[in-house]
């Protein structure tokens, strides 16, 4: 079955960078997108990027350029979301989800999510 | 900046019928948008439920359905069961980017 297994929750002090995991089973890393959304604690879902893992092409929101940077390593089917200069505000849950679209063509389908992973960020 | 908007909450009795919308302020949301419906409970991941307007998942139940409504999108929930009340949050495409809205919290009371 499809599962996408996330690393676990990150204490940072601002200014830091932090690491975020995901790594895919069930299905092959390289045959779909991975998208990236997080969540402030009790507020809404925002969109940080994208990586087709194959090629490993990213698109960043607009909100995150200069800071975020997704990565990947088919060998071991996980892709990585890092992202800098943390500041309290990036206090959020992370998710990672399989996206099986063609973002490029304007067509995002998400299905299955990870569980998460939260990133606190204080001194 | 493209802003999505939700209702902030909804109420329905269980057995009714409940329908949450999403709009753009880039102004009707269409098909090109590929609309896509999430439901998420508390201290769970978000559980994909619409894709490209009304398209259902394997696991989306039946009571659930996808449209397009006056310009914007909607979920529409037919029979409400006690297990859907959950956040809801529409996720659009526009312009090379994705936003979500704000999410519904709904009710069943």
């Known amino acids: 079955q499809v599962q996408l297994v996330q690393s676990g929750a990150e204490v940072k002090k601002p200014g830091a960078s932090v690491k975020v995991s995901c790594k895919a089973s069930?299905?092959?890393?390289?045959?779909?997108?991975i998208q990236w959304v997080r969540q402030a604690p009790g507020q809404g879902l925002e969109w940080m990027g994208i990586?087709?893992?194959?090629?490993?092409?990213?698109n960043y929101a607009q909100k995150f350029q200069g800071r975020v940077t997704m990565t990947r390593d088919t060998s071991t089917s996980t892709v990585y979301m890092e992202l800098s200069s943390l500041r309290s505000a990036d206090t959020a849950v992370y998710y990672c989800?399989?996206?099986?679209?063609?973002?490029?063509?304007?067509?995002?389908?998400?299905?299955?999510w990870g569980q998460g992973t939260l990133v606190t960020v204080s001194s | 900046q493209t802003v999505v908007t939700q209702e902030p909450s909804l109420t329905v009795s269980p057995g009714g019928t409940v329908t949450l919308t999403c709009a753009s302020s880039t102004g009707s949301v269409t098909t090109a948008y590929y609309p896509n419906w999430f439901q998420q409970k508390p201290g769970q991941a978000p559980r994909a439920l619409i894709y490209s307007t009304t398209n259902k998942h394997s696991w989306t139940p039946a009571r659930f359905s996808g449209s397009l409504l006056g310009g914007k999108a909607a979920l529409t929930l037919s029979g409400v069961q006690p297990e859907d009340e959950a956040d809801y949050y529409c996720l659009v495409y526009y312009a090379g980017a994705l936003v979500c809205g704000g999410g519904t919290k709904l009710t069943v009371l």
């Open positions: 989800a399989r996206d099986l679209g063609d973002f490029w063509s304007g067509y995002p389908l998400f299905d299955y």
């Open positions: 069930g299905y092959s890393l390289t045959s779909y997108n």
């Open positions: 990586i087709n893992p194959s090629g490993g092409r990213t």
